[in-house]
T-cell receptor, first 114, second 112 residues
Framework: ETGVTQTPRHLVMGMTNKKSLKCEQHLGHNAMYWYKQSAKKPLELMFVYSLEERVENNSVPSRFSPECPNSSHLFLHLHTLQPEDSALYLC?????????????FGQGTRLTVV | RKEVEQDPGPFNVPEGATVAFNCTYSNSASQSFFWYRQDCRKEPKLLMSVYSSGNEDGRFTAQLNRASQYISLLIRDSKLSDSATYLCVVKVEGGSQGNLIFGKGTKLSVKP
């Protein structure tokens, strides 16, 4: 049982489609993250939101568009993706700044772009 | 140089073996250190934080050497259920939010 829930768990989309990934956390945290995990590569941080404001964007292509309407919800809007964007997209949350702040991850959305 | 480097895997060991994972990090401003565990097709989960004085949790011992920028994880008396990928994670404070930097992970397979 995880305090961070992601939907859908699996998604197959064409390069011209528009889809959204959803993340919800039930832990009362005030920071949320999107990570990308590709085969043979380490987790890559995409976006960080703190108190619903984006505080970091690691030069992610504009075809990925995040939205954080409140501290419990995070979306990743996808449009005109490329096959190389196929990966596991993980959402995480934490209680904020702190040297020992643990990040809790959702189970991820496995995305395949065809 | 990669920010967080780990031993290349996979490690295939028999039950009961002791196995050690090593990790080095490049950013001397790193403040916090962790080991995460990721089971196949699952999300990463925190295994343990790593403190300068070294810390132990049951069969798991983590060590940190700030001078060498080196972190280790020792698993004693390994169990089948220890099979997973172990991720070395470094947190760099700064800006308005700390940033977790992950290593690629080392896969461990414990055999009967």
């Amino acid at each position: 049982e995880t305090g961070v829930t992601q939907t859908p768990r699996h998604l197959v989309m064409g390069m011209t489609n528009k889809k959204s990934l959803k993340c919800e956390q039930h832990l009362g945290h005030n920071a949320m993250y999107w990570y990308k995990q590709s085969a043979k590569k380490p987790l890559e941080l995409m976006f960080v939101y703190s108190l619903e404001e984006r505080v970091e964007n690691n030069s992610v292509p504009s075809r990925f568009s995040p939205e954080c309407p409140n501290s419990s919800h995070l979306f990743l809007h996808l449009h005109t993706l490329q096959p190389e964007d196929s990966a596991l997209y993980l959402c995480a949350s934490s209680s904020g700044i702190g040297t020992d702040t643990e990040a809790f991850f959702g189970q991820g959305t496995r995305l395949t772009v065809v | 140089r990669k920010e967080v480097e780990q031993d290349p895997g996979p490690f295939n060991v028999p039950e009961g073996a002791t196995v050690a994972f090593n990790c080095t990090y490049s950013n001397s401003a790193s403040q916090s250190f962790f080991w995460y565990r990721q089971d196949c097709r699952k999300e990463p989960k925190l295994l343990m934080s790593v403190y300068s004085s070294g810390n132990e949790d049951g069969r798991f011992t983590a060590q940190l050497n700030r001078a060498s920028q080196y972190i280790s994880l020792l698993i004693r008396d390994s169990k089948l259920s220890d099979s997973a990928t172990y991720l070395c994670v470094v947190k760099v404070e700064g800006g308005s939010q700390g940033n977790l930097i992950f290593g690629k992970g080392t896969k461990l397979s414990v055999k009967p």
